[in-house]
């Protein structure tokens, strides 16, 4: 049975974590810049053929997803997921190599996304690419913790559109110049004829989240799980309206990707 849209709302735990990385570029691109809400302020290293991250939840915690944004990895970069019981990496008790998505060119898509289910104190996140032009690899964001699935999915007559925020002036007949900038998708959505228990959920991750705190909304966790989704904020209100008895449907939800 397919899953239904998934949304990583707390990550109160990751966020919390004590966090060492393999090496930092200055005492501005810190590894605990990957639990900042702003994916641009990126942790960075100082080499690029071998660099770890490793996150300590204090206790063992279930982990079912886990989350990569905004970063200068290639295509042929290798990006390994560890779990163990202590921080002890000869033979870790959990490790899987995670999968670059791009796009239909073969571009990087700057997100990964990997659902999982596993308990443990102790994560780490290694990262390897030889090849990369630049002397560094940096990462804006790391999220992981316990996704929610919603019991009825999205209307499938969703709408995501891409935008360009690039600034620049554009004179008819002459040069143009533009300060580029990363493009970012709006989704929106709706649920309809929810049940009065996904109601309440989609309640309770509105006093969470707001629309002031980020969240990874996952469309398609089967097929597409990191293309089709994104590091988002929801940007209208929670407006759920009562079709009939324990039965409620959403109106339309704007989802804005952050990517810097």
Known sequence: ????????????????????GSSQANTDLVPANVVHDHVSKMWRTT????????????????????????????????????????NSWGSPSYSQALTMATDADGVVLE?????????????????????NTAAYLQVGRMAAGQFYETTRNINQAFNIT????????????????????????????????????????????????????????????????????????LETPLNQAHAFIGNYSTAQLVYEEKME
């Not at 849209?5 to 974590?17: G, S, T």
């Not at 490793?54 to 990569?68: H, Q, R």
């Not at 905004?70 to 290798?78: G, I, M, P, R």
């Not at 991750?205 to 969240?215: D, V, Y």
């Open 1 to 20: 049975m397919a899953s239904n849209a998934r949304i990583l709302y707390n990550m109160d735990v990751w966020d919390a974590a004590t966090i060492t």
């Open 47 to 86: 080499g690029k053929a071998s660099e770890s991250i490793v996150f300590d939840l204090g206790s063992a915690n279930n982990i079912t997803v886990f989350s990569m944004f905004s970063f200068n990895l290639t295509a042929s970069a290798t990006v390994t997921l560890q779990a163990h019981a202590s």
């Open 111 to 131: 997100r990964i996304v990997f659902f999982l289910n596993q308990t443990y104190r102790w994560w780490r996140v290694t990262l390897a690419d030889s090849g």
């Open 162 to 233: 891409m935008f360009d925020p690039s600034e620049g002036d554009r004179v008819p007949g002459r040069q143009t110049f533009f300060r580029n900038r990363k493009r970012y998708r709006r989704a929106i959505v709706k649920f309809n004829l929810q049940s009065q228990t996904q109601t309440d959920k989609l309640s309770a991750i509105m006093e969470k989240t707001g629309n002031s705190r980020p969240m990874v909304l996952a469309l398609d966790p089967d097929n597409r799980p990191s293309t089709d989704s994104m590091y988002c904020y």
